[in-house]
């Protein structure tokens, strides 16, 4: 009898997020496995938004768990935990867990008085280096040195000082000046090239007079001039020594969008410069100068305001752009929001192709596919569930957004939402991934098993995503003895260990429903569509790697 030489046999595959065999409870009661500590700070990091309560851990418990983890390995683990710092910045687009982790990174390693790792090809230390890798925009290095001294005072170590006069370099210019340099902050611009003692980049010989003026600004802004070459600076200037009476005329006058564009003004700066209304004239001056993001969050204003179809249609062109999006580096549930909170059907079309340009890597999956995907009660925390929670979208509805589009493009998928109950969605061929994700309700309790024995029908992969936060039995039920509940049961019962599960982790618990790391069970998570492509990936039996070890192949 042949026992292992069969078709349906596949290679024993590993993905990086594993558990480590010990067990433990998840928030509900039900048996739980602990993950390794580099799994447990990743998922938390890419799932992390900082200060912000969910369902089953307060901001500051949360937090604290993130700073912990990071401590611990960057004394561990220096090159792996730089890696995932920078990688979360740039291609995980998390801001502040980023940021707040690399202040953490630096602070534990100094405190611990480990050698300062040099790192290949930069030749500089790591604690240099994760501190510029972080600072991707020009109001970050004020926030790095506004956490730092907010933690550990205003003692500011070298490593930190150099980390930031790199970024300085890179970053500051007239535009950034104009868009972040501002009386709210608590670090101007000048204190920051102050305290870092930034100078000059070497090829940028402009940046000495750019420098001078943004120290003037920040300590003698009466009488602070730009310097004479930089025509932005100046322009911004004249444009706001202009009497108030004098200035709404410029919206409208011939060669005004140019004019408001040479000066810098951003549709905030605009708003304020009028001190007045934003009105149709005034949207359609500014929206040609407006980057990616901001047009996304404006467009409800631009109804209200009554903006033109004709500049209707150059909006939305942009929004629907495949390298627009891309460059935009947005959360796929972001075109979600703006879809949900505007009322007109002049930017349907735009934002259905937005959001599936920004779920390029959602794979085609071939054969038959179970979805799961969770509308428990903790995953709407702040909507009238438990805790508050600052996301204006919650993880239900993020769930949605990559079970709906996971469902577009497979083959053959079995859509369904899960509770307590279990409801089956219909997916129409070519049918619109915004109208799907609308057709989700909310379900209380959360009864992962009876969903599974009563929608898994021999399906070639299972997708659940959720928090992984179940109660008794596997994937344990919520209902156990209440409403037909189903007694404990192991997912080996529910599903042929031959049979690959992808558990997508949303919330980035300690705890989590299952063994993961080998063999067919792997647990994914992120807030972005990256992690999708090691699907088809683990499907044909190849290992799968952190994601910036993936890109290096």
């Known amino acids: 009898m042949s026992r292992f030489n069969t078709r349906t046999n596949r290679p024993a595959v590993s993905s990086p997020i594993r558990t480590t065999g010990a067990a433990t409870r998840t928030y509900e009661g039900a048996p739980g496995h602990l993950r390794d500590e580099r799994s447990e700070l990743f998922l938390l990091a890419v799932s992390n938004t900082v200060g912000t309560d969910t369902f089953y851990e307060k901001a500051g418990d949360r937090d604290d768990r993130y700073v912990q983890l990071v401590r611990q390995l960057a004394v561990e683990d220096p090159a792996w935990t730089y890696n995932l710092l920078h990688w979360l910045r740039t291609d995980g687009n998390m801001r502040t867990a980023s940021l707040v982790g690399a202040v953490e990174f630096v602070k534990a390693r100094l405190d611990a008085k480990a050698d300062d790792l040099v790192l290949r090809p930069a030749q500089q230390g790591v604690n240099r280096l994760v501190v510029d890798a972080v600072l991707q925009r020009a109001d970050e290095p004020g926030e790095f040195l506004a956490y730092w001294t907010s933690r550990y005072g205003r003692n500011v170590p070298k490593p930190v000082k150099r980390g930031i006069s790199d970024a300085v370099q890179r970053l500051y210019n007239g535009r950034a000046l104009l868009k972040y340099d501002t009386d709210s902050k608590g670090y101007r611009f000048g204190d920051v090239l102050n305290l870092v003692h930034a100078t000059p980049h070497a090829d940028k010989p402009w940046q000495g007079g750019l420098f001078k003026y943004a120290l003037d600004r920040r300590h003698n802004p009466d009488t602070a001039l730009p310097p004479d070459r930089d025509r932005l600076l100046t322009a911004n200037r004249e444009l706001l020594a202009l009497p108030i009476a004098e200035r709404r005329a410029v919206v409208t006058e011939p060669g005004g969008i140019e004019r408001l564009s040479a000066a810098g003004l951003t549709w905030e700066a605009l708003a304020d410069w009028l001190q007045g209304p934003m009105d149709a004239a005034a949207w359609q001056a500014v929206i040609p100068s407006m980057g990616y ?97 600052k996301s204006d979208i919650p993880l239900a509805e993020q769930a949605a957004v990559f079970g709906a589009a996971l469902a577009a493009r497979a083959a053959d998928p079995t859509l369904v939402e899960f509770g307590m109950h279990s409801n089956c969605i219909d997916v129409p061929r070519g049918g619109s991934v915004l109208r799907l994700i609308e057709q989700f309700g909310r379900i209380d309790g959360t009864d992962i098993p009876s969903a599974v024995k009563e929608h898994y029908r021999d399906h070639d992969r299972v997708v659940i995503v959720t928090d992984e936060q179940t109660r008794p039995g596997w994937l344990p039920s919520n209902c156990h003895g209440h409403w037909g509940g189903m007694p404990e049961t192991r997912i080996d019962d529910l599903i042929p260990a031959r049979v690959p599960v992808y558990m997508w982790n949303m919330a980035g618990y300690k705890p989590g429903a299952m063994p993961s790391g080998s063999g067919n069970r792997h647990t994914l998570g992120g807030l972005t569509d990256a992690a999708f492509s090691l699907i088809p990936l683990l499907d044909a039996g190849r290992d799968a790697k952190w994601p910036w070890e993936q890109q290096r192949g």
């Open 293 to 389: 993001t901001a047009l996304l969050r404006n467009l409800r204003n631009f109804d209200q305001a009554g903006v033109s179809d004709e500049v209707a249609e150059q909006v939305a062109a942009t929004l629907a752009a495949p390298e627009a999006v891309a460059k935009s580096r947005l959360f796929p549930f972001r075109f979600w929001a703006a879809y949900k909170h505007t009322h007109s059907l002049r930017w349907g079309h735009a934002l259905e192709k937005a959001l599936a340009h920004s779920l390029a890597n959602v794979p085609s999956l071939p054969g038959r596919t179970l979805i799961l995907v969770d509308r428990s009660p903790s995953m709407f925390p702040g909507y009238g569930f438990s805790t508050p929670n």
